[in-house]
């Protein structure tokens, strides 16, 4: 099982990725969680990660600390969610925020990830509470943005986005409307995300 990798980050896609590691590309799944931690293309990253073998493929996972792979470890063990919902919760709720919704059994939040059902969301109650009983929960960090980009470069972050948000388990419809409500300043397509998946959970 491949546990951790260091390398260069070449590409950046969300949620996918793609890591040089002494001339070796690595494509990596990740969460957009993970990906607001990232550092810009070209230099060093150090991911850890969680392998998953199919009989249609073999998909690295990757994160940017071992409690967000411990939590994603313990979703893929509920009944009825698999690595692709896991990552899905993981890029829709911040881990300390789906802990407390675990903790509180607000299933309703939860409801609001894309692929997570009304059941789906009382059976993560019932079977992460016991998981995430000592599960450390640290207050939320103020956002950081900056002045708004060009529109050339808004463009490109938009459709970045977009398919981001697509490929996470949103309809393309849902994705339009939810970045262009945004109206706090962005500085990339991950504030883009980020914001539209704030949005999307409050609604």
Do not use: C
Request: aromatic share 6%.
């Amino acid at each position: 099982m491949i546990g951790r990798i260091t390398g260069t980050l070449l590409e950046k896609h969300p949620p996918e990725l793609l890591i040089d590691v002494n001339g070796i590309g690595y494509e990596v799944l990740a969460p957009m969680t993970s990906i607001y931690n990232l550092p810009p293309l070209g230099e060093q990253v150090t991911l850890h990660t969680h392998f998953v073998v199919r009989e249609d493929a073999q998909v690295l996972f990757g994160f940017s600390d071992k409690q967000q792979r411990k939590l994603f470890r313990a979703l893929i063990k509920v009944s009825g969610v698999g690595p692709k919902l896991a990552l899905s919760i993981l890029s829709g709720i911040e881990a300390d925020s789906f802990v407390r919704s675990i903790h509180d059994g607000d299933s309703v939040s939860l409801v609001r990830i894309p692929g997570i059902g009304k059941k789906t969301a009382e059976r993560l109650v019932v079977e992460m509470k016991d998981r995430l009983k000592e599960w450390h929960v640290d207050s939320e960090l103020p956002l950081m943005a900056t002045a708004n980009p060009a529109p050339m470069d808004q463009d490109k972050w938009i459709q970045e986005a977009e398919g981001a948000l697509i490929a996470l388990g949103y309809k393309p419809t849902e994705a339009a409307k939810a970045i262009s409500a945004i109206k706090e300043p962005v500085k990339g397509p991950e504030d883009l995300i980020r914001f539209a998946l704030k949005g999307m959970l409050k609604q």
